[in-house]
């Protein structure tokens, strides 16, 4: 109990506090990722379909949140070109993708309301794939 009780010294929380403002700035780019996302899906549901739109509004959602990472939650972080670094974001999420589309995939198949409101799908996959997302963009893209 006391080992616990230690976590939670002013010190202790003091030493987390830029991990956690860093997970704050994540989740608020993930927040403008996923407006880009629903509008992505809703914008070319039409043409595409669900399942084509979910795809291709993920690639959206998923370029504008790694620059916006890139920019802003983790500046200065990483290094090489901005295309490798772009690649390596999309492969170290490949995870968090499985979780994110897979949800939104299995949300839109087997429910009608998530069918007729695609947006329920989006925001029940973003939260599916938002914290292996964050530790590996942390500990592998932007390091």
Not at 95 to 105: A, D, E, I, K, S
Request: proline share 3%; hydrophobic share 55%.
């Amino acid at each position: 109990m006391e080992a616990m009780l230690a976590r939670f010294t002013p010190d202790a929380l003091r030493a987390k506090l830029p991990l956690f403002v860093q997970f704050l700035r994540f989740g608020t780019v993930g927040a403008a990722g996923f407006v880009v996302d629903t509008a992505t899906v809703y914008a070319t549901r039409g043409a595409l379909g669900l399942y084509g739109a979910g795809t291709v509004a993920y690639l959206t959602a998923a370029t504008a949140t790694w620059l916006f990472n890139r920019l802003w939650t983790f500046r200065g972080s990483g290094s090489g070109p901005a295309h490798r670094q772009w690649m390596a974001f999309l492969a170290a999420n490949l995870l968090g993708f499985v979780l994110n589309r897979g949800t939104y995939f299995t949300l839109v198949t087997i429910s009608a309301t998530c069918a007729a409101e695609p947006v329920l799908a989006v925001a029940a996959g973003a939260i599916a794939g938002m914290f292996i997302n964050f530790h590996l963009s942390r500990s592998v893209v932007f390091r």
